[in-house]
């Protein structure tokens, strides 16, 4: 599977986006997807995941209360609606793939999101 994240973008704190990340072929709905994101100068970090079928969810707790990771496996795409931007949302956001939680094989290219104060 190839993974094609978009919908980064510039945002005034408090503000909102989504990301989705589009996957090719028709395996999609057997990997577990991710979310992680890496801010300047920063290690990879964890954001949020969604099992295979989209029942279970799990979060950071930065991102909980804030960020919704959600799945449709007919349009090969994993989502994360993110609200109440922070400044320290600000990171590359990638999403990733693989046949179970935290063992992403597959990743994407990355988007930028940029939280403005």
């Known amino acids: 599977v190839q993974l094609q994240a978009s919908g980064g973008g510039l945002v005034q704190a408090g503000g909102s986006l989504r990301l989705s990340c589009a996957a090719s072929?028709?395996?999609?709905?057997?990997?577990?997807m991710g979310w992680f994101r890496q801010a300047p100068g920063k290690e990879r970090e964890f954001v949020a995941d969604?099992?295979?079928?989209?029942?279970?969810?799990d979060y950071a707790d930065s991102a909980k209360g804030r960020f919704t990771i959600s799945r449709d496996n007919a349009k090969n795409t994993v989502y994360l609606e993110m609200n109440s931007l922070k400044p320290e949302d600000t990171a590359v956001y990638y999403c990733?793939?693989?046949?179970?939680?935290?063992?992403?094989?597959?990743w994407g290219q990355g988007t930028l999101v940029t939280v403005s104060s």
């Open positions: 990733a793939a693989g046949p179970d939680t935290y063992k992403y094989t597959k």
């Open positions: 072929g028709r395996t999609f709905g057997i990997y577990v």
């Open positions: 969604i099992s295979k079928s989209g029942d279970s969810t």
